[in-house]
């Protein structure tokens, strides 16, 4: 069974950086599509960025240019490299997988498992 634990969520100033980290356990196979989603109370959630198994990657519109996901194959750990940070990124953020990523999944409602979450706050 795989197991998502999150790292690096906290607070920063508009204008800073974090590093989210999100550590895969428990699966065998050539590899996981896995994602960062983020949602704030009284919205949907949204896919924020995912990286497919062959490295392929997809960033939303909102962060592109400002946001990064990369990952680690041989230890099966996801970064998401957040700069330039505004205070709209302010959210809970969670890592997610599935076994192949569904590109047009912008909500996350095909991942499977999913991470705790950890929270991003972006003062002004």
């Known amino acids: 069974q795989v197991q998502l634990v999150e790292s690096g969520g906290g607070s920063v100033q508009a204008g800073g950086s974090l590093r989210l980290s999100c550590a895969a356990s428990?699966?065998?196979?050539?590899?996981?599509?896995m994602g960062w989603f983020r949602q704030t109370p009284g919205k949907e959630r949204e896919r924020v960025a995912i990286i497919d198994s062959d490295g392929t990657t997809r960033h939303a519109d909102s962060v592109k240019g400002r946001f990064t996901i990369s990952k680690d194959n041989a230890k099966n750990i996801v970064s998401l490299q957040m700069n330039s940070l505004q205070p709209e990124d302010t959210a809970m953020y969670y890592c997610a997988a599935r076994a192949w990523c569904l590109y047009s999944d912008l909500r996350g409602t095909s991942y499977d498992v999913w991470g705790q979450g950890t929270q991003v706050t972006v003062s002004s």
């Open positions: 428990g699966y065998t196979g050539s590899g996981l599509c």
